[in-house]
């Protein structure tokens, strides 16, 4: 922590002598009788179920609770049985988040479950001159990047920012590896009414399995392909076992579309923690890990998602030039990632992620740590320039209309991107969907969504679904892909840590000794760190996951990288 802090001071000009940096350690540790975690510093959430009861009841009022007292009561419960998902469902009633940078506080009252709280950083921001900077930096990065896009009239001018942006957005994330053999194989086959799913695993790198259904409707072969989609999947802990990514899987398949959805990496069957499955704290506890070596949790998902293409294109059954790619809240950020950086896809229908890096800063700040991609903002990397870089090929922005992600921006984003598509021609080829409710598929979004692919990748109208109520092998025994639904049990397998200890050993070759040297010197502390701690994802990741949504000191942290402007952006010197 001290050599973090002193990389961070110098990479701001600050001065990195030994009391400004113990001073500062000191603020981010927090009180000597506060818990011992990771970073301590508002590391803590208030007892809401307990909280939240009264509050149903009627009884009590909005008390602000010290967070450190708070969080241990939180922490107690979780570890109990039930707990975490008792706690989980919980969380829907903060809603009054008071920060101060000296002493930070959580209020709760009664709110409908699923509810996020509103304008969290505008209220952060307004006691943080440093927090207003950067938001303002976001605003204007924001408008300079759609202004870009809104001078293009050719879809030559767009190509040329295409390129531009693409390797600007892979040099962030520290580079996609070489394609290694896929070593696909199907594990079992579950016959359903009108199509089958098959239970398939695939490396997306040697040894790194991904765990995947595919949906295939009945009568498909290789004398009758038909076209693909990619289903990448939001933050669920079952991954590709919940509800709502199985019931895309069935209305593609009931669509005529031959459907993959696959695990994301610490989901489903590919969580690498020790305790309940925390699908946004694992990805935290690799991000954090992957930016101290110059890489992004982007560069993990980006390529597994696009390993999954390459297995969905080479299934005999699939027209491979006729794919497209579906997904909500994580599973939006990876099919808006994807659709940016592979022509293979034709078509996209991202949900539950598109709005405007200004209404999102203003509204959330920057999120889990594949979406905060190092200098996005002045790259120009915003969520206009990630769908407008593929016009005119057909995109349909998919909402829940009381979404975190504010709709609003959303809207402001497809009037960008109607504009440009209106330029090229092909005003057409932009749609929007939405439903009433809060982040998350509703079945009328599903149906608009696979509607979408049908129409641009089949050429035809609306499908007759029938009924609601299959959704496949959500909560099945039969949904599991290998024996316990656990990869990390197959033979040979290389987890995150594992590849990141690889590079961290290739890092460490090619380390200019000066820089260590530097650090050393200006702090004192041995920095000769040789190995990436073994710790379980699930406690570090949980614990900064809410260090992150409690701190100034931290959220200014996560504004530096969305900037450009934070020491994780060099690489290991």
Request: net charge neutral; glycine share 10%; with cysteine.
């Amino acid at each position: 922590l001290p050599a973090i802090v002193c990389a961070g001071r110098l990479s701001r000009g600050e001065p990195a002598d030994e009391a400004s940096v113990a001073a500062d350690v000191a603020r981010l540790r927090g009180p000597a009788d506060a818990p011992p975690f990771w970073v301590a510093a508002g590391d803590a959430m208030i007892d809401l179920e307990r909280r939240a009861a009264e509050l149903r009841a009627g009884k009590g009022r909005r008390t602000p609770v010290p967070l450190a007292k708070a969080y241990r009561e939180l922490w107690k419960k979780i570890h109990r049985p039930g707990g975490l998902e008792e706690s989980v469902q919980n969380l829907a009633y903060a809603d009054a988040i008071d920060y101060d940078n000296a002493d930070l506080q959580v209020c709760a009252k009664s709110q409908p479950a699923g509810f996020y709280p509103p304008c969290r950083n505008c209220g952060l921001a307004a006691g943080n001159p440093t927090l207003r900077r950067h938001v303002e930096a976001i605003r204007t990065a924001d408008g300079k990047a759609n202004a870009e896009w809104d001078a293009a009239t050719s879809e030559a001018d767009v190509a040329r920012l295409r390129t531009r942006l693409r390797a600007d957005f892979l040099k962030a994330i520290g580079g996609l590896p070489g394609r290694t053999p896929l070593n696909a194989r199907t594990t079992g086959v579950v016959p359903r009414a009108g199509y089958r799913i098959e239970k398939i695993v695939f490396e997306s790198q040697p040894r790194h399995f991904v765990t995947a259904h595919l949906f295939l409707p009945d009568g498909v072969s290789a004398g009758n392909r038909a076209p693909g989609l990619l289903v990448p999947c939001g933050h669920s802990p079952d991954g590709k076992l919940c509800a709502k990514y199985q019931r895309l899987g069935v209305l593609a398949a009931q669509a005529g579309l031959v459907a993959l959805v696959y695990d994301p990496i610490d989901q489903g069957e590919r969580w690498q923690g020790k305790g309940p499955c925390l699908p946004v704290s694992g990805h935290v506890g690799v991000g954090l890990r992957a930016h101290l070596l110059g890489w992004n949790m982007a560069r993990f998902r980006i390529w597994d998602g696009i390993r999954a293409l390459d297995c969905l294109a080479a299934r005999p059954e699939v027209d491979a030039s006729r794919i497209g790619v579906a997904g909500q809240s994580g599973g939006g950020t990876l099919s808006t990632y994807l659709y940016f950086l592979d022509d293979r896809l034709k078509a996209a229908a991202p949900a539950g992620f598109i709005t405007s890096m200004s209404r999102l800063a203003e509204h959330w700040g920057p999120q889990d740590c594949e979406q905060i991609v190092p200098g996005q903002a002045p790259l120009g990397l915003n969520h206009t320039a990630f769908l407008a870089a593929r016009a005119p090929s057909p995109v349909c922005l998919v909402l829940a209309e009381q979404d975190a992600f504010p709709i609003d921006g959303s809207d402001d984003t497809l009037a960008h991107l109607r504009s440009l598509y209106g330029r090229l021609g092909h005003p057409d080829r932009v749609a929007r969907a939405s439903a009433p409710g809060l982040h998350g598929y509703r079945e009328a979004t599903l149906r608009a969504t696979v509607d979408f692919m049908r129409r641009w990748l089949k050429d035809e109208g609306p499908c007759d679904f029938g009924p609601e109520g299959d959704n496949g092998l959500s909560g099945d025994p039969q949904g599991f892909v290998v024996p316990n639904g656990r990869v990390d049990a197959l033979p040979g397998y290389r987890s995150s840590a594992d590849l990141l200890r690889e590079e961290l050993a290739a890092a460490t070759r090619a380390r200019k000794p000066p820089a260590r040297a530097l650090v050393q010197e200006v702090t004192g502390i041995d920095v000769s760190v040789t190995t990436v701690p073994e710790e379980d994802y699930s406690f570090a990741g949980r614990t900064a996951y809410w260090t992150r949504f409690h701190s100034p000191e931290s959220e200014i942290a996560a504004f530096d990288v969305w900037l450009g402007t934070s020491f994780v952006r060099e690489r290991a010197e």
